[in-house]
């Protein structure tokens, strides 16, 4: 799949997260939880859920509620449909890019956006480049947080993005940890 047709369902779900829920997000965990860490989430289990996606053959875990779909079986989004406002999207696709093809779609795709940490994490059993980048507020949007990754898996890789509205940055480290969790 295209990385770019990736960005643009990304970002059309969010614009419709906006459309359909206007009014102030709320973070899926309190905003007393600062950068939920993998060994911090533990007492969130109870509120996780994991997917198996039976065409890309890859599996995460991920908050109950969020709602989930499948784009033409080649890319997995989830986002959470929160009534008091729309709150943070993933979506997670199979590629063929490499990580600096990657890095410079964003700063293509996102005009203005600024990596703000860069580090290796473990995800489906290997170590991999996880990028946090910020978007400035543009028309009307507040600042976005995303968390960008490439996870290799036996015959492809699979990309993974995060977008996190500014008011519920404390969710980056949720992001984070859905990273950790992919397995395929």
Do not use: W
Not at 94 to 105: C, F, G, I, K, Y
Not at 145 to 166: E, F, G, K, R, T
């Amino acid at each position: 799949m295209n990385l770019k047709y990736s960005l643009l369902a990304v970002l059309v779900v969010l614009l419709a997260g906006l459309y359909l829920f206007p009014q102030a997000p709320s973070a899926v965990f309190s905003s007393a939880v600062e950068q939920v860490t993998p060994e911090q989430i533990g007492a969130y289990e109870q509120y996780l859920i994991t997917y198996a996606d039976p065409i890309l053959n890859f599996s995460l875990r991920y908050p109950k509620g969020y709602v989930a779909e499948s784009v033409e079986g080649q890319a997995f989004v989830f986002y959470s449909p929160s009534p008091s406002g729309y709150s943070e999207s993933f979506i997670i696709s199979a590629v063929n890019d490499t990580s600096e093809d990657l890095e410079a779609a964003i700063t293509e795709e996102y005009e203005g956006a600024k990596k703000t940490s860069q580090a290796r994490v473990s995800a489906n059993s290997k170590t991999v480049e996880r990028r946090h980048y910020s978007i400035p507020p543009t028309e009307g949007l507040e600042e976005m947080h995303l968390v960008q990754s490439l996870v290799p898996c036996s015959n492809y890789s699979l990309y993974y993005l995060a977008v996190i509205p500014d008011s519920v940055k404390e969710d980056v480290g949720l992001a984070d940890y859905i990273l950790t969790s992919l397995s395929c």
